[in-house]
Nanobody, 124 residues
């Protein structure tokens, strides 16, 4: 079991940057990642890390703008978000779990381990 605590959300103008952190305490799962959910929309994957950062995945919508990093000693997953757009506005959630033979971007959707979320608002 793991507990996840996100931090770093906030409000920024388009083109700005924010850094989100997810601190895990407890068991260290092979998959960790960030998802987001905007009002009226389904939760979508943003970026995931497999096996302590061995493999990273980015959704097409954030590729080239967001960077995921993982500090395995501290069990912390950080999402650096640059060139933010209004469409990036959402509640961002950290998740951790098993891969069960699937890519982390798919496996984490069914994980029972989620943080409380942190709000990101990008104004135009």
């Amino acid at each position: 079991q793991v507990q996840l605590a996100e931090s770093g959300g906030g409000s920024v103008q388009a083109g700005g940057s924010l850094r989100l952190s997810c601190k895990g305490s407890g068991y260290r799962y092979i998959c960790m990642g960030w998802f987001r959910q905007a009002p009226g929309k389904e939760r979508e994957v943003v970026a995931t890390s497999y096996s302590g950062g061995t493999t990273m995945y980015y959704s097409d919508s954030v590729k080239g703008r967001f960077t995921l990093s993982q500090d395995n000693r501290k069990n912390t997953l950080t999402l650096q978000m640059n060139s933010l757009k209004p469409e990036d506005s959402a509640m961002y959630y950290c998740a951790a779990g098993l891969s069960r033979g699937s890519p982390c971007s798919e496996a984490l959707r069914d994980s029972p381990y989620w943080g409380q979320g942190t709000q990101v608002t990008v104004s135009s």
